[in-house]
């Protein structure tokens, strides 16, 4: 053999030799590292961004609260300065709508009335503007009152609630109480009857005119002549 053989046959491959994998593991080891505290610093650095959020929550919260706060401040303080003769017309107007079931309309004569309550037009017109009520359910409950207690006609209740020498409730109004109201006007149209029988003495056919009269009762013939009949049974 050659000592030009064996030279070429001493020579490795560069990737054979020992101290070219030394290098190449701590190349590796190097970049795993750093890559380790890159992750690790950006870690630290979000923590901080947390925090102030957290600072900055009850902050937001706080402002909502002071600006609910002005428009109850500004209401009491309102509140406050309506003179007492406007909270007693108020006061007094709540009271007729839930004990005595009475009309807007009515309520504010009786408020302003010489022979009621007396209150000023502008303490009156405070009261009503307050005053927040179901004027249709009250409708009902005077119509339910004439059919019960005052035997009325349909076509009598709804002229009584709706005459400006009545109820003045708005004919919308007294149409809802007419609609719902569960009378039996043929037992009304007899009692009324028996009425005009034993406090009038009047005849049957005088009794008769007065149910279904226009100016009387204003029961319908049918119902007048169900009373008629079961006048004297």
Sequence with gaps: MTT????????????????????AIFIIAAAVNGNDEEKASGKEESKPAVTEAAKDKPMENKE???????????????????????????KKAESYAKTMHMSKNAIFEQLT???????????????????????KANALKKADSYSKTMYMSKQGIYEQLTSENGEKFTAEEAQFAID?????????????????Q????????????????????KFTKEEADYAIQQLNK
């Design 180 to 196: 719902n109201l569960k009378a039996d006007y043929k037992k009304n149209a007899l009692a009324k009857a028996k009425s005009y």
């Design 64 to 90: 909502p609260e002071k600006k609910n706060e002005e428009p109850k401040k500004e209401a009491k303080k309102a509140e406050d300065n309506v003179p007492n003769e406007y909270k007693s017309a108020l």
């Design 4 to 23: 030009h053989e064996k030279q070429h046959k001493a020579k490795k491959p560069f990737y054979k030799k020992w101290w070219v994998w030394v290098i």
């Design 113 to 135: 009335s010489e022979f009621g309550e007396k209150f000023s037009k502008e303490a009156a017109d405070y009261a009503m503007g307050k005053l927040e009520y179901d004027w």
């Design 198 to 217: 034993e406090t009038m003495s009047m005849s049957p056919e005088a009794i008769r005119d007065q149910l279904t009269s226009e100016y009387g009762e």
